[in-house]
């Protein structure tokens, strides 16, 4: 059974940074696709950006490209979201997740695709 950890969530003021780290366990992490997503109080959650198993593509929504990264090392079984230049409006709960199974170059965009959750870091960015 696969387990994902995410950590550093906190309050940030707009401008600063933040980055998000998910730690994996069970299974084969070099299998999975990762994706990070997001949910703001009264909304649903929402796709931000996802990684190959290998990182040789990455994907992001287009209200974070420029400003945020995503990235993993395989070795430690971990992918990592780089915020920078927070804003208010990125205040959400955030969560990884996990795809088995997708090629390599696989980067995938909806909910409905990936298979194991977090329980998600709350980032709050003040103005």
């Known amino acids: 059974q696969v387990h994902l950890v995410e950590s550093g969530g906190e309050l940030v003021q707009a401008g600063g940074s933040l980055r998000l780290s998910c730690a994996v366990s069970g299974g084969i992490f070099t299998t999975y696709t990762m994706g990070w997503f997001r949910q703001a109080p009264g909304e649903e959650r929402e796709f931000v950006a996802a990684?190959?198993?290998?990182?040789?593509?990455?994907r992001y929504t287009d209200s974070v490209k420029g400003r945020w990264t995503i990235s993993r090392d395989n070795a430690k079984n971990t992918v990592y979201l780089q915020m920078n230049a927070l804003k208010p409006e990125d205040t959400a709960v955030y969560y990884c997740?996990?795809?088995?199974?997708?090629?390599?170059?696989?980067?995938?965009?909806?909910?409905?695709?990936?298979?194991?959750w977090g329980q998600g870091t709350q980032v709050t960015v003040s103005s």
């Open positions: 997740a996990a795809d088995y199974g997708r090629g390599f170059a696989y980067t995938g965009s909806e909910m409905n695709e990936y298979d194991a």
């Open positions: 990684i190959s198993r290998y990182a040789t593509n990455a």
